[in-house]
């Protein structure tokens, strides 16, 4: 696929076209919705502010069946059979029914935009009128338009969300240089009330964060602290708002994927896999349009009651959410361990993976739909 770096200066020439299908943002949402289009013969234009993969956008960890499923295996970092969980009164080693791997950013993405024949331009979204997304570049005009710009969900109607009263989380992370064999999470008030801590190596380096479910809690001071207690240098910050409630995933005749849409697990806050499982989904519809066999507007309510039909998982993950921070401190050394039990992480475990199963990439149903589609 045509693919350019980053437009600057000069370079960046007045962009001012119609297309069949226009994906705004290119990272894991976007991308997908685009793997699915290839070879329907559309013309379908990709924009993002960066170069695809040039800003890494998470820790980049994901369960090892969603790489091996789309042929992203080249992106592997580390691969893990287990969880640890700290707590203030004990540590836990949850034996995985599935492994987890973390990633390269950049390679991911250019893997998957290898899969895609879309074409992409950089371009920073301002707004839109209508079916017209006002660029930097200039206008772009699309019967389908796709969000897949992040938290601040652009394309809405209205004013774009934001923090830090809207129902989002916040994350921030350190990048040193390191290693390490194991995938840790902390639940500890010392790090954040309401939320944990995790460290996530990969290959070299050690992702290093805290991620608030209150997003007036600032946790850069709390990153600075488990990364000292890591013996760990804090560099290379990245952070973001976390989305943590699903979204109505279309509005005024715009598919809406990722987290512009909700679609970030409460609770874990796992946005990866759920914006690939999105992406697909709603690519799937796209591609049936311009195939004929259904119009946009059918697109549009098959895509919305997809999404909305996952909210069960979405309801309870965020219930769980809000319980944990009310467990004594003392208790939840205890809790975890019960929940330790070999049968109950496979239980567990297995019921959170069904939530966006890697099977659904060959075309196995989705598994924690309720209602068939019709
Ligand atoms: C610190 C942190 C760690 C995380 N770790 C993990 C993890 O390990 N595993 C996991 O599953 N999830 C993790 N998440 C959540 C995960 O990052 C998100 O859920 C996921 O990135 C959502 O993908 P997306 O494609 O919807 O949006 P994004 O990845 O946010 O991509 C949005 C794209 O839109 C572009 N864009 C935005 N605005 C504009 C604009 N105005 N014009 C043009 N382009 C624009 C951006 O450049 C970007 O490429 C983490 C989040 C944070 C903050």
Redesign the pocket.
């Known amino acids: 696929m045509p693919r350019r770096a980053t437009k600057r200066g000069d370079e960046r020439t007045p962009l001012d076209r119609d297309c069949d299908v226009l994906i705004?943002?290119?990272?894991?949402?976007?991308?997908?919705v685009a793997r699915e289009l290839a070879g329907s013969g559309a013309e379908v234009l990709m924009?993002?502010?960066?170069e695809?993969g040039?800003?890494q956008?998470?820790?980049?960890?994901?369960p090892t069946g969603w790489l091996e499923a789309l042929g992203l295996t080249g992106a592997l970092q580390q691969t893990f059979g287990e969880l640890v969980i700290h707590t203030p009164h004990a540590t836990v080693r949850y034996d995985l029914p599935w492994t987890f791997s973390?990633f390269d950013y950049r390679t991911l993405c250019g893997l998957l935009a290898d899969q895609t024949d879309v074409e992409f331009e950089t371009?920073?979204?301002?707004e839109r009128r209508g079916d017209v997304v006002v660029?930097d570049r200039g206008e772009l005009r699309a019967p389908l338009i796709v969000d897949?710009?992040?938290?601040?969900r652009?394309l809405g109607v209205g004013d774009n969300v934001q923090p830090p009263d809207a129902l989002l989380s916040?994350?921030?992370?350190v990048h040193p240089f390191g290693g390490g064999s194991d995938l840790e999470v902390w639940i500890d008030r010392r790090y954040v009330p309401a939320g944990y801590g995790?460290s996530?190596p990969a290959d070299g380096e050690v992702?290093i964060?805290v991620?608030s479910f209150d997003p007036h809690f600032h946790v850069k001071d709390p990153t600075i602290r488990l990364a000292t207690d890591l013996n760990a240098d804090t560099v290379r910050y990245?952070?973001?708002?976390?989305?943590h409630a699903l979204r109505p995933a279309t509005d005024d005749g715009i598919f809406f994927?990722?987290?512009?849409?909700g679609?970030?697990?409460p609770l874990?806050?796992?946005?990866?896999?759920?914006?690939l499982y999105f992406?697909i989904a709603c690519g799937r519809e796209l591609r049936r349009v311009i195939a004929g066999e259904q119009s946009r507007e059918q697109a549009l309510a098959r895509y919305h009651r997809f999404s909305a039909d996952h909210a069960s998982p979405f309801t309870w993950m965020l219930r769980v959410q809000r319980l944990i921070p009310r467990v004594a401190p003392r208790l939840l050394g205890p809790a975890v361990t019960a929940m330790g039990t070999k049968r109950f992480v496979d239980w567990s475990f297995g019921h959170y993976l069904d939530v966006a199963h890697p099977s659904f990439v060959a075309g196995a149903p989705a598994r924690a739909v309720s209602v068939a589609l019709a």
Request: with cysteine; charged share 20%; glycine share 18%.
């Open positions: 705004c943002g290119a990272s894991f949402a976007g991308l997908a924009i993002d502010r960066y695809i040039e800003r956008t998470s820790a980049c960890g994901i973390t371009a920073k979204v301002i660029t897949g710009l992040g938290w601040r652009v916040r994350g921030l992370e995790w996530f992702r964060g991620g990245q952070g973001n708002w976390i989305p994927v990722g987290d512009s849409a679609h970030c697990l874990t806050a796992e946005g990866i896999r759920t914006a992406g």
